[in-house]
């Protein structure tokens, strides 16, 4: 069997693992796949007929981006669990984030206050103050929903932001057509200020999620770094050192005084204390 290993980017959440994975089993010749949300990597491993681009596709298919690591690499060259982070990290909210939202959200709460003083028969005038109020937010804060949506839809699939796309564009294309065509309504009902709302309420969400997301991987990282990357392997009496990803199973791995176990097993010889808080 043949283990290939492929950085991937633009996963946030177990859904997305689930769906890497689930694609990548699908390739022919593949035995098994598992993707670390931590590390931003896949380990696949197939019978040899999986070509990379192959399984590069099928990243691709399930809507993120997918690379081929060198099996050559050496344990300099590999990323280290710090530098797969930094993709993670560049996603944490900012303070311009923050008041980006708090605009909006100031510009919701003012729609909501015209729609609620504007009674049962709102004017013409109120209509289009408050379309003029809700579109920046529509635009705005929807766009990323949207985008999201309709790369879910490209794939055959749908998530959160294909529901919040849907809902606030048929309550704010229904209010569009109630306004242009007001004239001719007996009673005009329009929902700007929730599609407004919407967008506000779950935009903050969305940070409150990305700024716990972004400390949870700061911790789970944390953690990452404190495994060696290297296992000092006692073969044929002679001791090696060598990446973890060469360590078998069977193989009798040497630990000096002060130094961290690098893989799991089962003590053969000698006495000491570990600490097992990792």
Known sequence: MTTTTLAVTGMRCAGCVASVEKHLRAVPGVESAQVNLATARAEVTHDGSAAPASLVQAVENAGFQAQPLEEGDDDEEEPSPHDAHAHHSSEGVTRADWLRWAGFAILGAIVMVIAMTAGMRPSLGNLWLQLLLT?????????????????????????????????????????????????????????????????????????????????????????LELQPRTATVVRDG????????????????????????????????GKSEIDQAV
């Open 135 to 223: 579109a920046p937010i529509q635009y705005f804060l929807g766009k990323p929903f949207y985008q999201g949506a309709w790369n879910r839809l490209k794939h055959r699939a749908a998530d959160m932001d294909t529901l919040v796309a849907l809902g606030t564009s048929v309550a704010f294309g229904y209010s569009l057509v109630v306004t242009l065509f007001f004239p001719l309504i007996d009673e005009p009902v329009v929902y700007y200020e929730t599609a407004a709302m919407i967008l506000v309420l779950i935009s903050l969400g969305k940070l409150l999620e990305a700024r716990a997301r972004s400390s949870a991987m700061r911790a789970i990282t944390g953690l």
């Open 238 to 269: 002679v001791q090696h050192e060598v990446p973890l990803r060469e360590v078998k199973p069977g193989d009798v791995v040497l630990v000096r005084p002060g130094q961290r176990v690098p893989v799991d097993g089962a003590v053969l010889e």
